[in-house]
């Protein structure tokens, strides 16, 4: 069975400071997607960013960026110039190329301080 | 488009009562989920959809049951309440196309609820 890791379970950053969310995932599958999800208080979940296992380019969506290390199954998030509303809870989240459920990490709750 | 919404948004619930939660989405989505979310445990799937009329078991369905009469509504069901059962519920809905959008899961806002 798949699982996903997320070692930290809170993280803090300044604002305008650079942080990283760390992920791993186990799974013996060639192909796959792999997400970040954000929980803001409200509850909603909203999609950060996605990333193909078979692209070799890190997936980029603004002031977030992925490291994704296939062979060492690591799919980390890079938030730069942190901003308040960024603070929330980050999910790190996992399918298969079918149209298969998300399997999800426990999730990082991260604090932006001003 | 409202997207997907759940009903009810709060409720509370004693030991032993019954309950019915509804999903529903109006893009037309083939299949639909249900999660459960809880400190430190992340979302886990509970029951999943691929099509009205059929629905399978996630990591965590005991004490649940599901329907999908109508491809646009899927229903949670607690039969019993238990304390255990206390936790926030999300559905999420997602097309059945493989796309390069990765058939996205949208999700509802979710449901607290707490069994006393």
């Known amino acids: 069975a798949q699982t996903v890791t997320q070692s930290q379970p809170e993280m803090s950053v300044q604002e305008a400071e650079t942080v990283t969310l760390s992920c791993t995932y186990d799974?013996?599958?060639?192909?796959?997607?792999l997400f970040w999800y954000k929980q803001p208080p409200s509850r909603q979940m909203i999609l950060v960013i996605r990333?193909?296992?078979?692209?070799?380019q890190n997936a980029t969506e603004n002031r977030f960026s992925v490291n994704f290390q296939k062979a060492a199954k690591s799919f980390s998030l890079k938030i730069s110039d942190s901003q308040l509303g960024d603070a929330a809870m980050y999910f790190c989240?996992?399918?298969?190329?079918?149209?298969?459920?998300?399997?999800f990490g426990k999730g990082t709750r991260l604090s932006v301080i001003a | 488009n409202a997207g997907v919404t759940q009903t009810p948004k709060f409720r509370v619930l004693k030991t032993g009562q019954s309950m019915t939660l509804l999903c529903a989405q109006d893009?037309?989505?083939?299949?639909m989920y249900w999660y459960r979310q809880d400190p430190g445990m992340g979302l886990r799937l509970i029951h999943y959809?691929?099509?009205?009329?059929?629905?399978a078991k996630g990591e965590v369905p005991d004490g649940y049951n599901v329907s999908r009469l109508k491809k646009q509504n899927f229903l949670l069901g607690l039969e019993s309440a238990a304390p255990s059962q206390t936790s926030v519920y999300f559905c999420?809905?997602?097309?059945?196309?493989?796309?390069?959008?990765?058939?996205?899961?949208?999700f509802g806002p979710g449901t607290r609820l707490t069994v006393l």
């Open positions: 893009m037309n989505h083939e299949y």
């Open positions: 799974t013996s599958e060639s192909d796959y997607y």
């Open positions: 959809s691929v099509g009205e009329g059929t629905t």
């Open positions: 999420a809905s997602s097309s059945r196309l493989i796309s390069p959008v990765y058939n996205e899961q949208f």
């Open positions: 990333q193909e296992a078979y692209k070799q």
């Open positions: 989240a996992y399918r298969t190329s079918g149209n298969t459920p998300l399997v």
